[in-house]
């Protein structure tokens, strides 16, 4: 009897060898990280929004630490997205350095080191609910067919996205391998060809970019958007409690078109803009209440920022999913700095970017360190005590000790900013100085307010520490800096990797 009870436990551990054994749950913490899109410096009630109301966010900052100099890898979407998950600047190569189309292929090769698979290979169990837009398929995407590659080849459990933007077709959300709700008798067909406001490229009464017909029955609804990936969020974390979880949140609140829950519309003072960040503050609130309510809170580090600046936008001819500088009504999307989504000027990328982990961070600390979403991979691997493969995370400082507030000294002594491209544009930070060799403004708007070109100027060098609103372009007053910089910038292009 013994005997066949010691065989039986023998083969239970032979069986699972990982589970049984190897990993320890409890001293991992698990891992939420929230991606806003196309929020500002200044939207959140903590970083001095008044016209919009964010209390969950708010606690979430009374509880953790709030950095002040925490940047997007890019100014744009795809790029920061890219950057996020491999740890590479997504300048170097042309695949995720640009704005991609609802039907481009997967920009990320399969079997590369990414976040999540850097937390699957120490035991986590791995999901990205929400915005995606980093291509699927190894061409252009047939979603009448089994997608992939996508995010399950590249490191994720799980998966439940909107496959590129909620203002491009398709206007459906993909499970693991498959559109949700797909009806083979009802094929998708996309036209990429059909431009914004164009009679063919709306759907459910929106202007997109590009056409699509077929696909009826699983059509998205823009207004339980925001709801549909908090409940997937928490589903998530309730079926993994046991587990160490990591969980990549991308809402897409405050992309246009911005369609919030008739319970959020006119909630806000800013507009129908304030009124989805209210809705992306209620997303992370459920989430904040599901690990209460598990009991998960204590050892959870969890992360909320954005993927580029604010800008108000339009929405082609819709202008009533968009915001206007009335609409905001005094409330600064960007807080004090120049320019928007798309600039190098820092209201491009310098975002909000707020941590909470009760065990390890103490409450209401505010830094001022330099760090970027690029770096989360090797923190991420740090976390879970990985040293690193020489080629993975090229650009991927770990800022552990920034998080934990362990250190006083700078965790990144540069950083590369970045607008869509390859290279696209780009401006080099060290320590309060930020040189870009760009000729038009904020390195990208090429026109003034008036319609008319922008001057050209032959670079840019401000010193963020006196003058956060880069109006004073010292360029012409500090040569042996800009030389410096110059030197700073060309080497890391020339260098496949920037980490130590
Ligand atoms: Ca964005």
Known sequence: MH????????????????????????????????????????????????????????????QGVRFTDAHSPSAMCTPTRYAFMTGRYAWRQPAGA?????VAPLCIAPGSATVASILKQAGYVTGIVGKWHL???????????????????????????????????????VENHDVVGYDPADPIKLDYTARRGEPESFVLGIPRIGGMKGGTAALWSDADM???????????????????????LATHDAHVPRVPHARFRGSSQAGVRGDVIQEFDATVGRVLDALDRLKLNENALVIVTSDNGGVLDSNGPDTVHAGTKETNNGHLQNGVLRGIKGNLFEGGHRVPFIARWPRQIKAATVSDQLICHVDMLATFAAL???????????????????????????????????TAGCPGRLAVRQGSWKYGPSSYP?????????????????????????????????????????KELEALLAKIRATPRSRP
Do not use: W
């Open 3 to 62: 005997i066949l009870r010691l065989f039986l436990v023998l083969c239970l551990f032979a069986a699972h060898p990982l589970t049984s054994l190897a990993v320890q749950p409890s001293s991992r913490p698990n891992i939420v990280f929230i991606l806003g899109d196309d929020i500002g410096y200044g939207d959140f009630g903590c970083y001095g929004a008044t016209k919009i109301k964010t209390p969950h966010i708010d606690r979430l900052a009374q």
């Open 384 to 418: 879970t005590n990985q040293p690193l493969a020489d080629d993975a995370g090229p650009d991927s400082f770990n800022v552990l000790p920034a998080l934990v507030g362990t250190t006083e000294k700078p965790v990144r002594d540069h950083l590369i900013n970045h």
């Open 98 to 102: 640009s704005v991609m189309s609802g």
């Open 135 to 173: 291509g699927l398929g190894e061409r252009e995407t047939d979603y009448n067919r089994p997608i992939k590659p996508g995010p399950l080849e590249v490191g994720y459990d799980y998966a439940f996205i909107l496959p590129a933007t909620g203002d491009r077709v398709p206007c459906v959300y």
């Open 442 to 482: 904020g390195g990208q708007q090429r026109t003034n307010k008036d319609g008319k070109k922008a001057a050209q100027i032959p670079a840019q060098l401000y010193n963020l520490a006196d003058d956060i609103g880069e109006t004073k372009n010292l360029v012409a007053h500090f040569p042996d800096k800009v």
């Open 226 to 248: 925001a709801d549909t990936f908090a409940n997937k969020a928490v589903e998530f974390i309730e079926r993994h409690q046991a587990a160490p979880f990591f969980l990549y």
